[in-house]
């Protein structure tokens, strides 16, 4: 891959393997490898080429900086830097993707004033959104009933949405923040824990 700048550096990447690229040669059935940058872009690049398969801005307010699986060879989950500012009262957020092909899904803003006040961290893996709390316990949710509870609009790639009044995965708009949640979904169970961490 050619050098960068610094704020184009790669600071998180995937490996996507397709079960079905023997049986479809379009792009957007290949192995790749998903990137994430300094400057919140998202790269999906082909495994054996290098060649820049699909490019999509992220966001000029979250700054992604970690892709994984949330679902094995299904979706991916962004998750970006822990909040600093209290103030606006999110601790983080999440872009969750579907893969072969690459659609966008949702963003899903993890806030003190819905899940609590001490809110420290979430991660999001394996079809549940896992909230930990201070001093030291961790509640879990389902992934999927929040996103059909609390989706207000879709929203697809490079198409223009007129609820978030730009067009979705395009620079300067990036994605659109299309889940609200006005209260606590239901927890479907609580974990105490030393350090905050649990595996699911």
């Known amino acids: 891959?050619?050098?960068?700048?610094?704020?184009?550096?790669?600071?998180?990447c995937l490996c996507c393997f397709s079960k079905t690229e023997t049986l479809n040669d379009r792009d957007d059935h290949r192995s790749c490898l998903l990137t994430v940058t300094?400057?919140?872009?998202?790269?999906?690049?082909?495994?054996d080429?290098?060649?820049?398969?699909?490019?999509?801005?992220?966001?000029?307010?979250?700054?992604?900086?970690?892709?994984?699986?949330?679902?094995?060879?299904?979706?991916?989950?962004?998750?970006?830097?822990?909040?600093?500012?209290?103030t606006r009262g999110?601790?983080?957020?999440?872009?969750?993707?579907d893969v072969f092909p690459l659609e966008f899904v949702s963003v899903i803003e993890v806030s003190r004033k819905v899940f609590g006040k001490d809110v420290c961290d979430a991660?999001?893996?394996?079809?549940?959104?896992?909230?930990?709390?201070?001093?030291g316990s961790v509640k879990i949710y389902s992934l999927p009933c929040l996103i059909r509870n609390n989706i207000v609009y879709k929203a697809y790639l490079g198409r223009r949405c007129k609820e978030?009044?730009?067009?979705?995965?395009?620079?300067?708009?990036?994605?659109?923040v299309n889940i609200e949640i006005n209260e606590c979904p239901p927890v479907l169970f609580k974990v105490t824990c030393g350090d905050r961490k649990s595996v699911v």
């Open 90 to 97: 999110i601790v983080c957020s999440f872009a969750v993707f």
């Open 38 to 47: 300094a400057d919140n872009w998202m790269f999906r690049i082909d495994m």
């Open 49 to 86: 080429t290098g060649k820049v398969l699909q490019r999509v801005f992220l966001s000029n307010s979250h700054r992604f900086r970690h892709v994984s699986w949330e679902t094995q060879g299904h979706s991916v989950v962004l998750k970006s830097l822990l909040e600093k500012n209290r």
């Open 1 to 12: 891959m050619p050098n960068v700048d610094r704020n184009q550096s790669i600071k998180s």
């Open 123 to 135: 991660m999001v893996t394996d079809g549940l959104l896992v909230v930990s709390h201070t001093p």
């Open 164 to 176: 978030f009044g730009g067009i979705v995965g395009e620079h300067p708009f990036g994605l659109p």
